[in-house]
């Protein structure tokens, strides 16, 4: 029997576990986006939505503990990942080309490890906008609670914030399209037929992200949400 | 294309005196390659003429020449094997190129392939895979009965699909991160599917990852060049069946 640790840290046991943070962190983006929803809405269902959230208390801790832990361990292999394969080939090619046949090697697949760190950073920044930003307050039938809806729209005033998340954004859906579908591969839950269905699914999931998310902060700096 | 015409190449090919020793990209001008020949007898022709000029011929590994063997290799303009899709460097044609072409030629790159001599590299990681679990303990001595274990035809068609690589090493030159998954999910996957060496299953899976990622070689990130640049058209599908098989074994 080999012990717990080296196979968590093999080179399948990393896949395995990339491709399930990978999944979780999908869940959480897919659910973040449907929480943005409620902004198209209106101040007061996005508000109460908020509100919903932080009355969880306890369990909103444990989910974000968990959520962070993760986020950290989806970072961890995937930098270690990269630097391996830095090790792997010491000598480089002194001219590159791609394989005429079969291959899922794109733009998002070689730069995983970019539109990973660029989202690390990304998260941080924004967590410090909005979840430790200004906390103003508003009244929702007689009852005090957080003006988030109010920060959302001065933050998305400014056209670098903005542009900069649209950007982002963009970001996001390279790493999905890629990210998606070799969850499924690295989980060895994939045959050739599951393979072409995976990958579409991939594709259009990680536009329709992409799409969702970047289209709320244009609406606020267009003027289209007030 | 005129197939019977002759071709001026620019060859830009990898000189590298020894394992320790800095190498560099050398160029030679080869005039009246006929489009009949193969790549290695373009190679062949352009030793002659070195040999002639007293300078010391280019190292290529080579054998059957036939596309069975897996010796050959080189990485032909950035791509193992060439362009040429699932065909082996010996089995690629002069005809693929056109008259005035510039050809760079490398050997495999792979910390865990290190170079002999010019374009040969040292394979020997892939038989420590190997050994490390490649194989079934049965009985040798007299041959056994062709049909004393029976194999669905469906399992034995996808045995032999996994089976149908030769080792060439091509797959770990392709990878965008130097990964050996695909030699040795071959191998595993071909196993999974046959009665033999089920007695290994668990230990083989263990074992050959194992050892494949103590040789040096780097981690999977599903580019899927591997089965790209394959010469036997190898499906990453068997690294799916590898990382399965993986999980059953270690967490049973
Ligand atoms: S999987 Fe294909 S490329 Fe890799 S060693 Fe086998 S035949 Fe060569
Ligand atoms: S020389 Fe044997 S496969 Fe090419």
């Not at chain 1, 409620?38 to 508000?47: D, E």
């Not at chain 2, 003429?49 to 596309?67: M, S, T």
């Not at chain 2, 495999?108 to 190997?130: E, G, N």
Request: aromatic share 10%.
């Amino acid at each position: 029997m080999l012990p717990f640790s080296s196979i968590l840290w093999s080179s399948v046991g990393k896949k395995i576990l990339t491709g399930i943070t990978g999944i979780l962190l999908t869940l959480f983006v897919i659910g973040h986006m449907a929480g943005n929803i409620s902004l198209f809405i209106g101040s007061v269902a996005f508000n109460s939505y908020t509100k919903k959230l932080e009355s969880l208390g306890l369990l909103l801790y444990v989910i974000e503990i968990g959520l962070v832990s993760v986020f950290v361990i989806h970072a961890i292999i995937g930098i270690s990942i990269y630097l391996k394969k830095r090790e792997a080939r010491p000598e480089p090619y002194m001219k590159s080309g791609d394989a005429t046949g079969n291959s899922q090697k794109t733009v998002s697949s070689e730069t995983m490890i970019w539109t990973g760190l660029i989202m690390l950073v990304f998260t941080v920044l924004h967590l410090i906008t909005f979840k430790y930003g200004p906390h103003y307050t508003t009244f929702i039938d007689g009852e005090e609670m957080r003006d988030l809806h109010r920060l959302v729209i001065e933050v998305f005033q400014r056209p670098s914030y903005t542009f900069g998340y649209v950007i982002v954004m963009i970001l996001l859906g390279f790493h999905l399209r890629h990210g998606f579908w070799s969850a499924f591969q690295s989980l060895g839950l994939t045959n050739p037929r599951m393979k072409t269905i995976v990958y579409g699914l991939g594709i259009f999931l990680s536009f329709l992200l992409a799409i969702g998310f970047l289209s709320m902060p244009l609406c606020i700096y267009f003027g289209l949400i007030k | 294309m005129d197939t019977n015409s002759k071709l001026t190449l620019n060859l830009k090919v990898w000189r590298q005196k020894n394992g320790s020793a800095k190498g560099k990209l050398a160029d030679y001008k080869l005039t009246d390659v006929s489009t009949h020949m193969s790549f290695l007898e373009m190679l062949d022709v352009l030793n002659e003429q070195l040999i002639k000029q007293g300078e010391d011929p280019v190292e290529f590994d080579n054998d059957c020449r036939e596309g069975i063997c897996g010796m050959c290799s080189l990485v032909i303009n950035g791509v193992a094997h060439g362009q040429e899709s699932s065909t082996a460097t010996c089995q690629l044609h002069m005809r693929k190129f056109n008259d005035g072409d510039t050809i760079t030629i490398e050997p495999w790159r792979s910390k865990a392939f290190p170079v002999i001599k010019d374009l040969v590299v040292d394979r020997t990681a892939f038989d420590q895979i190997i050994s490390a679990g490649g194989y079934t303990s049965c009985r040798v001595g007299s041959a056994a009965d062709a049909n004393s274990l029976l194999i669905p035809k469906d399992m034995a068609e996808k045995a032999m699909d996994a089976a149908a690589c030769i080792g060439c090493g091509a797959c770990v030159a392709a990878c965008p991160n130097g990964s050996a998954s695909l030699f040795v999910a071959a191998k595993i996957a071909q196993f999974s599917y046959l009665p033999q060496g089920k007695a290994e299953r668990k230990k083989r899976v263990l074992n050959m990852v194992g050892k494949m990622d103590d040789l040096g070689f780097g981690d999977c990130s599903n580019h899927g060049e591997c089965e790209a640049a394959c010469p036997k058209e190898i499906s990453i599908t068997h690294i799916a069946i590898m990382r399965k098989e993986y999980v059953k074994a270690a967490f049973s």
